[in-house]
């Protein structure tokens, strides 16, 4: 069936409960890289319970509870799973720090549909909440749905941001180890993808790939480290275009523009001289 934006448009995807704690937390941060040098003050605060910090990108992992819902179909947005690509993330942190624990209501509804020609691109918005109704976090999900355009939709904005022009005012690299990928899947996304080689071939893939959000992860670490000296309450909102893999090993590469309460990332894989996060911005508190 073809895409039908007047029936997708504001349909629930799904809606659940998620509880994390101060070992789910720490979890998140090993898988991104953190505790590399484990007697560090500020990395020892990712991943030891005294003292136990939130950076804001642990906020796509209770939202990806309520995204399973899209791959069993919505009114007006059926398409095959295999052609999904997530190509960007949005995420706004309502809270001024995130909590070490919480049990929290997510609540996932398609925002927009839009019609790019060869592929249909839907935007799956995710509020997430305390169990008392106060906002933590508004995720988007920017989803491209490969194949699925020319239903005669709106093409929706341009988007995405341009880095600025001239030289970075940072560098951060961030080595990723072989088995990142092992680790960071045991957040919830179980995506062959990220550990079977053979269906990981089947993508075109020499090999298992890290998945995107872990990508997401890294830059914000970056960033909140080298700019923001350690403090993650800083950060207001985070969005990226995910440009390309990286494979588990690899250095991520990210360079650092500081412009007027905002600041614009981009990310390599040194490794391959390929692009890793595009357009990606953070803005500040």
């Known amino acids: 069936m073809p895409i039908d934006p007047s029936r997708a448009v504001g349909a629930l995807v799904g809606e659940t409960t998620t509880t994390w704690d101060e070992d789910d937390v720490i979890l998140y941060h090993l898988a991104l890289g953190a505790g590399r040098n484990p007697v560090d003050p500020g990395e020892l605060s990712y991943c030891y319970e005294a003292g136990l910090k939130v950076l804001p990108s642990f906020g796509v992992i209770p939202a990806q509870t309520a995204m399973i819902g899209i791959l069993g179909g919505v009114p007006g947005l059926e398409f095959n799973p295999i052609m999904l690509l997530h190509g960007e ?152 275009r995910f440009a390309g893999p990286v494979i588990p090993g690899d250095t991520i590469v990210t360079s650092l523009w500081r412009r007027e309460g905002r600041i614009h990332l981009e990310s390599v894989d040194r490794d391959r001289g390929t692009p890793v996060l595009t357009q990606a911005v953070i803005t500040l508190r």
């Open 89 to 240: 993330q949005e995420l706004e942190v309502k809270a001024a720090r995130v909590p070490t624990a919480a049990t929290v209501r997510n609540v996932a509804r398609v925002a927009a549909v839009y019609d790019k020609g060869k592929a249909a691109v839907a935007v799956i918005e995710v509020e997430t909440g305390t169990s008392d109704g106060a906002p933590l976090f508004v995720n988007r999900f920017i989803l491209f749905l490969r194949g699925e355009g020319g239903f005669g939709g709106d093409p929706g904005p341009k988007g995405g941001e341009a880095a600025p022009e001239g030289p970075p005012d940072l560098v951060v690299e961030s080595p990723t180890l072989p088995q990142q990928a092992l680790l960071y899947r045991l957040l919830g996304d179980k995506n062959p993808l990220h550990a079977d080689p053979g269906f990981a071939a089947l993508g075109g893939f020499e090999r298992p790939i890290l998945h995107g959000l872990c990508s997401y992860g890294i830059g914000c670490k970056a960033v909140v480290d080298a700019m923001l000296g350690g403090d993650p309450a800083a950060v207001a909102g985070y969005r990226v």
